[in-house]
């Protein structure tokens, strides 16, 4: 993963099939995902399969299905990680990259301390940083260079 259809979203309507191949850079952060999840998109979204086939396909319950389903929703359309995503976001590369793995992917803490080589209260520190970024606290401490602010 590096940041640089008959699903309901976040709208409460399933998705046809143009609406799924919609602009919106959808299918970019679905591309960001474990390839379980996007399998699993892809089969609702794409083929069009209900819950009910999903579920006896991967030996799961439809419940499960579509909590699976409702929680990626969630995080493919939060507004924090459409904001990572973008390309003119101006959070450093690494700060991106992890936030992105721990709000879109569900990476733990721990996960990413190992494959980032930083300690967990690294990692901790980083994904707070981001949030409070996102709600415009961290925004003056970006623009002025701050910790996770892009050099130029």
């Avoid at 919106?24 to 979204?45: K, M, T, V, Y």
């Avoid at 579509?66 to 929703?73: F, G, W």
């Avoid at 925004?139 to 701050?146: A, D, H, I, K, L």
Wanted: glycine fraction near 6%; proline fraction near 5%; include cysteine.
């Amino acid at each position: 993963m590096n940041v640089s259809k008959s699903i309901v979203l976040e709208s409460g309507t399933a998705l046809t099939r143009s609406a799924a191949e919609a602009p919106d850079g959808l299918w970019q952060r679905i591309a960001l995902l474990p390839e379980q999840d996007q399998a699993l998109l892809e089969l609702s979204l794409r083929v069009g399969a209900s819950h009910r086939v999903i579920a006896r396909a991967l030996k799961r319950s439809p419940g499960a299905v579509s909590r699976s389903i409702r929680s990626l929703a969630r995080r493919l359309h939060d507004p924090l990680v459409v904001a990572l995503i973008d390309r003119d976001c101006p959070l450093d590369p690494t700060y991106r990259q992890i936030a992105v793995e721990y709000f879109l992917a569900g990476r733990s803490v721990a996960h990413l301390a190992r494959t980032h080589d930083r300690t967990q209260p690294e990692v901790r520190q980083i994904v707070k940083f981001v949030s409070s970024w996102h709600r415009g606290v961290g925004r003056s401490t970006s623009r002025r260079g701050g910790v996770g602010a892009k050099r130029h």
